[in-house]
């Protein structure tokens, strides 16, 4: 199983498997469910990406409205000639002005088309409602998860050092003669299990440390601590 994995592990990764060291403890995890919604409500992509939708929203009622509105521009000239007579005149011209165009009647076009702004907008207002009540779902799902692993690696660290001092007593009986050799391998073999069972913990605790500053935007390289 154990070379199974490690083979998969190098399809995947495309480096064979090393030991691995110590995980690197991560930083930024909010210890209160509170503290997790308010770090979610200024940094979740999925909100910002919600919000970003409804400002491009309004930009668009606004570009649909402005075609209601009259436009203005600016215009300039100028011209020189000489008068066909005998004394050589000659003319200069400069001509400058505003020129103003107002809508009148477009058929109702653009009012259809600032109405469909406008629901548009709307309905990307209700999406940020929306996301806002999933983000706080995740949050509360990731937050409960992480703690729950938590819990579980405190319950089993507990059952690793039970069993390593019922190892080393065993051991002990085993050189005064009262306990045998089977004895020893009972409790050698509950305490690997129990180291199993930890290890296991462990990662479960921090594939839901990760999840968790997923779903709130604080999955950063920077949240690990090294040293």
Avoid: C
Wanted: no cysteine.
């Amino acid at each position: 199983e154990l070379r199974a994995s490690r083979s998969r592990y190098e399809i995947a990764v495309g480096v064979a498997a090393q030991t691995p060291g110590a995980l690197l403890p991560i930083a930024m995890i909010p210890q209160t469910l509170d503290e997790a919604y308010e770090i979610a409500a200024a940094n979740a992509p999925s909100l910002e990406a919600a919000k970003a939708r409804a400002r491009a929203s309004e930009e668009d009622v606004s570009a649909a409205r402005g075609a209601f509105a009259p436009r203005v521009s600016a215009f300039a000239s100028a011209g020189y000639g000489e008068e066909q007579n005998f004394a050589g005149d000659s003319r200069e011209e400069l001509i400058v002005g505003l020129r103003a165009r107002v809508p009148i009647y477009q058929g109702g076009a653009t009012s259809s088309q600032v109405r469909q702004a406008r629901s548009l907008a709307q309905r990307d207002q209700f999406l940020i409602l929306q996301a806002e009540r999933d983000l706080r779902a995740d949050v509360a799902s990731q937050f409960e998860r992480y703690k729950a692993s938590e819990q579980v690696s405190a319950a089993l660290q507990a059952q690793v050092d039970a069993s390593a001092r019922a190892f080393d007593s065993i051991q002990r009986e085993a050189l005064g003669g009262v306990r045998t050799l089977t004895d020893v391998l009972d409790a050698a073999r509950d305490l690997i299990g129990a180291r199993v069972r930890m290890a296991q913990a462990e990662r479960d605790a921090y594939v839901a440390s990760w999840g968790l500053l997923s779903v709130i935007g604080q999955a950063r390289a920077d949240a690990l601590v090294d040293g």
